[in-house]
């Protein structure tokens, strides 16, 4: 429970303070999200990866839908700026929220479907 509150305390810090340090990722990016069991309840785990498979960025929702998808897309462009490509699968949750945020840019993201995200060459 002490390291608990210690950990609350703390890792909003440390991000802080290490976020410049972060590594750059690349341009294209790689969406879906999976559903995981946490702490008995079933969650939505949003997750992206660029061209080279490191982590963009990642959040848990309890729904799958357009508020969901936005909130992530505008938590991952912040923390690493806007993307060129975004490819996602073929969820119109993930397309709607990928169209909300463009609808408020001038330049949009291009948005890339396909069934199967393993399948994707570039």
Sequence with gaps: STVHRWA??????????????KKKVGRSWRMDETYIK?????????????????????????KRDKAAARRYFEKAIAG??????VTIDKS?????????????????IKIRQSKYLNNVVE
């Design 38 to 62: 946490v702490k008995g309840e079933w969650r939505y785990l949003y997750r992206a990866v660029d061209k080279a498979g490191d982590t963009v960025d990642f959040l848990f929702r309890a």
């Design 8 to 21: 609350i305390k703390l890792l909003p810090a440390l991000g802080k303070a290490f976020g410049p340090y």
């Design 92 to 108: 119109g949750a993930n397309l709607a929220g990928l169209n909300a945020i463009n609808a408020d840019r001038e330049v949009p």
């Design 80 to 85: 690493n700026g806007v993307p060129e490509t």
